[in-house]
Structure formats: structure tokens, C-alpha cells
């Protein structure tokens, strides 16, 4: 550390911190080149950067590569400035040391280095370089493997199938190219040929686990589950680590019946320390199933995160409830919300979904109460309370509450909505509830509910053609009881009454107790 490079570091770090980036820059890359120090460069670099200045980053980054040939970093930046200054630029011999220090890495650098070219150049500009540096290593897969690859992220499916077969021709020993292949025909949803080349590889290739996993995965989307089964306890017998044929092989033997298997297998995802929250969480479903229910909310307070918890958690209190412990339910959700305070709202939401079984709606609206005393702005429980204020033909707090969640959020389509369905279903302010909707559909253009308010609020103004349209289109996206309902009626009323009962009988088939459409029918007095 000479003087001089002391100066130009400490220089540089006061001009960055005044804002005088081009003083910065220089000093930066004066005590690069006093030191050797690849840092320096780097700053260097990410200074001409920020000032958007090319000339000057190409070569500061030209210094770091210099610096740090290994550092794939600065290589790959190094390609995207001199790409940037100019597409024709000479980075040949750049990207083949990207594709060798990748390798050091055990990486595909091919991949890599068309990340990195994909930026700045066009597609086609990208590909003519991208076989230009596949030549330079004529007896690598890996190379067409990333053409037929960079061709199935662009769409260009054509081209990635001619890649894709090139590949396996001239690599018929390497099994990523069948891979690869069958993606490709995946994206064009042809899933017998996907299907019948993962066949056939996995005949060739019998340990292979990511053909294994495709090939099962594909079986499994075909609803061959005893087959799927079988491949993945093949995969299960050579995964290094375990964990993702045990999770498919507990999911399988679950739908074909099979509880204390799948117990086993999900044990065994347990033992591997992978996916714990989902094996945690249907084993807790296993246990609940066998009316095991202590056992059950064991599992289920396992699970900590994930696409589970939350049904997970609401699982376990239920049980507790139906166990005869629910003050120790209403316990342990106090004791969640003061450890986890940044999730309070959710557990006051578990405990109102507990209250309204087992409590009095006095009790749920007191609960909401203290909630939102303690959670203000919380736009969750605002709208949970509206729309529970609802059910208790309180329109006046659903008001209230969701003119709050909009306030804080004029986007929210839901909040909109449902303001906007209950004064068109519950009051006469159907001009009001009509502004809503539209608010909320020009948010939510594909929304089957918000589709079904539309309709339903042009039929209470009156205007019964307009609401047969958007029903139809609600009921085509959704077609569930209450959407069938509303249909129904206008179609009734419009003297359409053949094509009403057709639409309600097709629910009834399905669900003969269905509560809407039964209203409605006894209502219409059929």
C-alpha cells in the first residue's frame, strides 16, 4: 500500500460520497492500476455505469478481466459493455473462457454466455454468435443443448425442434438432448410424442433421474398413477439426496388409496430435510383421516411455511375445537399473534373462522372489533368484517368498512366488487352499485364473479339483454351454483324458462342440496 494508492482509494470514496463520480471513476481506476487490486476495478466499473458512460466502463471492466480472469462476473459484463458499444465487437475469445470457467464450476456456460448476449443483441444476431462459439467445441452437447434451449424461450419452436434433433443425433448418448427434445414437444402440447421419447430414453437410460422424473411426471399427468408410482420408486432408488420422488410417491399413493404408504414415503421426505412443511402437513391429513386428531394437530403445527400453513393452522384449531379444547385453540392463536406480530391479521382470521362455528355472530363481530382496534389499516380485516357484516344483512358496516379498504387502495378489485354486489342485491342504489362493478371490472376484466355482478346489477336497472351477456360469460368462465342462479333467473324472467332449467338442472345433478339455486326456484315459485 503505497501512497499513492492510498490517496486515489480514499480520493475516490470522498468524490463518490459528494456525488463527483467522474473524479470518482478516475481515482478508482488509478488505484486499480497502481495495485492490481481487481476490487477497485469493479468499482471502477460500476461507476462508468451509473454515470452511463460506455467508453469509460469498457474499460474499467477490460481492467478487472485483466485483474481476475477468473471472475465470471466481470467477464460476462465485460461481453454485455463491448456488445452495447457494438454488436459486431470482437468477444469470441471472451465467451469461450466464459464456457471454461464455467466449467471449472459446474455449469452449462453456454447457458451463461447466451444470458449474457441475449441482453444486447437480437435474436438472431444472438443465435449467429451463439453457433459460432458452438464450432469452437464441436464434441460438447452442451452447446446445442443451449441453442435448442434459447429457441424454446423465445417461442421459436421450429427452430428449437431442428436444434433439438440435431442434438440428439449427434449426441445420441447424452441423455439431456431427449430431454430437452421432449420439452419441446411439450410446448406444443403434443404429449404422446413428449411421452413415447421419454419411453424410450428411459429404456436407454434407466438411471437417469431426470428423464425418471419426466417420463413419471408425465404418467402422472395422464392419470396413470400405478405406472407413474413404479417409475418414481425407481427414481427413489437413485436420488443422492432423496426428496422429490418421496414427495410424488406420497402424493400418489394418497390418491390410489394407499394411507399407509403414502405415510411411509412422507416419513421418509421427513428424514430427508427437504419439503418438511408439506410432509408434515399431510401427514397431519393422514392422521385426521383416521380420526387420529391429536396426533394430527402435531403434524399440523409442524408446519411453519409454505403453501400449507395457513390450511394447516386453521386445520389444527378446528381439531382442537372439536376435541372439546377450544379455549386452549383461542390460546394458542393469542400466543401465535404475540410471537408472530407481523401476522397478527391472520390469526385473528383463523380465530373469527372458529368463533363462527362455535360461537354467536355478537361474538364474531366483537372479535372483529378488537382485531381492527388493534390492526387500524389492516385492509384484510376491514374487507373479511364486510363482507361477514353481510351475512348479518348489516350493509351499513359493509359500507363502511370496504369505502375504508378502498380508501387505502382504490385498486381493489374485490373490496369494489363486493360493495358494488351488495348494494345492487340488498338495496335500491343499483345506479351507485353499477360504478362499483365497473371500477372493479376494468380491473378485473376476466373475473367470473365481478362478470356475475355486472350482470346481476344491469338486471336489478332493468336492463335484461346487456345482464343475459355477462352472465353467460361469468357462467362459461365459472359455472357454479350462485352464477347459475342468476343466469337463471333472468333467463325466467325473459321468457327463456327452458333454457333456466336446463342451467339449474345441470347444478342440481351435480349438488342437489345447492341452496342457491333452490332459493331462487322457490322464490320464482317453480
Known amino acids: 500500500m503505497t501512497e499513492d494508492i492510498v490517496f486515489n482509494l480514499l480520493a475516490g470514496e470522498v468524490a463518490a460520497q459528494r456525488g463527483a463520480l467522474d473524479q470518482a471513476y478516475a481515482h478508482q481506476l488509478q488505484a486499480a492500476l497502481l495495485s492490481g487490486d481487481a476490487t477497485a476495478a469493479e468499482r471502477a466499473t460500476r461507476l462508468a455505469l451509473h454515470m452511463d458512460k460506455g467508453e469509460l466502463a469498457v474499460k474499467a471492466a477490460s481492467l478487472w478481466v485483466e485483474l481476475a480472469p477468473a471472475d465470471l462476473t466481470a467477464r460476462q459484463l465485460l461481453v454485455v459493455l463491448m456488445l452495447r458499444q457494438d454488436e459486431n465487437a470482437p468477444v469470441l475469445d471472451h465467451l469461450k473462457t466464459i464456457v471454461r ?100 430414453a428411459v429404456r436407454r437410460f434407466p438411471a437417469d433421474p431426470f428423464l425418471l422424473s419426466a417420463y413419471a411426471r408425465l404418467l402422472v399427468d395422464a392419470k396413470e398413477l400405478q405406472a407413474a408410482y413404479e417409475q418414481f420408486l425407481r427414481l427413489e432408488k437413485i436420488e443422492s439426496e432423496g426428496g422429490d420422488a418421496s414427495y410424488w410417491l406420497g402424493l400418489i399413493a394418497l390418491e390410489l388409496g394407499e394411507d399407509e404408504a403414502a405415510r411411509g414415503h412422507f416419513l421418509q421426505l421427513l428424514d430427508t430435510d427437504k419439503q418438511t412443511d408439506v410432509a408434515a402437513y399431510y401427514l397431519g391429513r393422514i392422521a385426521e383421516k383416521r380420526e387420529q386428531s391429536r396426533q394430527a394437530v402435531q403434524w399440523y403445527q409442524r408446519v411453519d411455511g409454505g403453501d400449507y400453513r395457513d390450511e394447516a393452522q386453521v386445520r389444527s384449531v378446528k381439531l382442537m375445537a372439536a376435541m372439546g379444547e377450544t379455549r386452549e385453540a383461542f390460546d394458542w392463536l393469542q400466543r401465535m399473534r404475540i410471537q408472530y406480530p407481523d401476522q397478527a391479521a391472520r390469526y385473528y382470521l383463523i380465530e373469527v373462522e372458529l368463533l363462527r362455528e362455535h360461537g354467536t355472530p355478537a361474538q364474531v363481530m366483537a372479535l372483529f372489533d378488537t382485531a381492527i382496534g388493534a390492526l387500524p389499516e389492516s385492509n384484510e380485516l376491514l374487507y373479511a368484517r364486510g363482507l361477514y357484516a353481510a351475512t348479518q344483512n348489516r350493509v351499513d358496516i359493509l359500507e363502511r368498512d370496504l369505502l375504508r379498504v378502498i380508501a387505502n387502495d382504490p385498486k381493489h378489485a374485490d373490496a369494489l366488487n363486493a360493495l358494488g354486489y351488495t348494494l345492487a342485491d340488498q338495496t335500491d342504489r343499483h345506479q351507485e352499485a353499477l360504478d362499483y362493478i365497473q371500477r372493479a371490472l376494468a380491473l378485473k376484466p376476466d373475473s367470473a364473479a365481478i362478470l356475475d355482478s355486472m350482470g346481476w346489477v344491469l338486471f336489478r336497472l332493468g336492463r335484461n339483454q346487456e345482464a343475459i351477456g355477462y352472465l353467460r360469460q361469468a357462467y362459461d368462465k365459472l359455472p357454479d351454483a350462485e352464477i347459475a342462479a342468476h343466469l337463471g333467473e333472468v333467463l325466467w324472467v325473459t321468457g327463456e324458462q327452458q333454457q333456466a332449467r336446463e342451467i339449474w338442472q345441470g347444478i342440481l345433478d351435480k349438488t342437489p342440496q345447492s341452496e342457491h339455486v333452490l332459493e331462487v326456484m322457490r322464490r320464482l315459485e317453480i
Open 101 to 200: 470457467i464455467s466449467e471449472g464450476n459446474d455449469e452449462n456456460g453456454f447457458l451463461n454466455v447466451m444470458a449474457a448476449i441475449n441482453r444486447e443483441l437480437k435474436r438472431e444476431s444472438a443465435m449467429g454468435l451463439m453457433r459460432r462459439l458452438v464450432l469452437e467445441f464441436p464434441g460438447d452437447p452442451r452447446g446445442g443443448y443451449a441453442l435448442a434451449i434459447a429457441a424454446l424461450v423465445d417461442k421459436d419452436y421450429a427452430a428449437a425442434e431442428k436444434e433439438a434433433d440435431r442434438l440428439v443425433a449427434a449426441h445420441p448418448d447424452w441423455p439431456k438432448g431427449y430431454l430437452v427434445l421432449s420439452r419441446v414437444y411439450l410446448s406444443q402440447d403434443d404429449k404422446p410424442k413428449a411421452r413415447g421419447l421419454l419411453a424410450d
